[in-house]
């Protein structure tokens, strides 16, 4: 992740559960202090990247745990920072492709876990997460694959979207992310923070709050609370077509309007067309968006998509 925690003693093995060689956790222990492993490189947090390290070995043992559960575990880690999630992970007995953007901080994860990137248990891909080919990186990992990462509040967005679209089969993305981003992405219909990155994130997967992560436990501290989110993909995801898009957007622009007003017009829709879609697909006009459910919104845009006259 990018946020690392404080020295901890280090145990466990390279994929296949074997017993971690004493170099894998020396490398371990001392990639495990951002700000340690900062000071000795002559680094600072950088804010335009949006570094808030995480500081606390506990927390990032749990997190890893929740992460890889088994030690047959593949996993394609954003934002490694200094390797404070990375560590516990090849404790556990993971794979792991680090990706990071900061070269500097590429250069402490080749440096502090140069046994374990030898030993061909990790590997760190210098790149920016918002362009790299996830399913290309993903590709070149055995099942079970997982996505893990501790997002920049300020990319979270779209690096949540392009985690939940890849085609590549995974069993579950795991992100620390902003307290209030995560209620939004757990969020029921008719709650306060549901929304359409609600909808759009339940469409495809199942998210689950796993713990919260205070502030306090970030070097430098930010102003608000994190949380661990565990994404699990559903069995029947809904198809993200652009009318199933254009719809849940609409519905939310202005959360006040009700339905029949949010959606007059929207994509070409004239309102005898959209009362006849609504009547097929079972909803209420008068509603508003937010009582709308992602199966809900599913039947909607399969009748605007099969047309008003199907």
Known sequence: MSRPPDPDPAAGGPSGAEPASDETRSAGAEARGPIALLRQFGLRPKRTLGQNFLADAGLCAKIARTVAPSAATNVLEIGAGTGALTAPLLELG???VAVETDRDLSRVLREAFAGPIQSGQLSVLEADARELDLDV??????????????LPYHLSGLLLRRAVE???????????LQLEVV?????????????????????????????????GAF???P??????????????????TPVFSGLVRAAFEKRRKTLRNAWRGVLGLEPAALEACAAR???????RGEVLAVADFERMAQAVAGGAGA
């Open 94 to 96: 993971a794979r792991v």
């Open 137 to 150: 990186a993903l590709g070149g990992l055995e099942a079970p694959r997982v996505i893990a990462g501790n």
């Open 166 to 176: 890849v085609s590549v089969p995974v069993e579950r993305s795991v992100f620390l």
């Open 183 to 215: 209620d939004r992405l757990c969020a029921a219909p008719a709650s306060e923070a549901y929304g359409a990155l609600s909808v759009f994130a339940q469409a495809v997967t199942e998210p689950a709050r796993a713990f919260v992560v205070k502030r």
């Open 219 to 221: 070097f430098p501290q």
């Open 223 to 240: 102003n608000v609370d994190s949380a661990v989110v565990v994404l699990t993909p559903r069995e029947r995801p809904v198809a993200l």
């Open 281 to 287: 697909a079972g909803i209420d006009l008068t509603k």
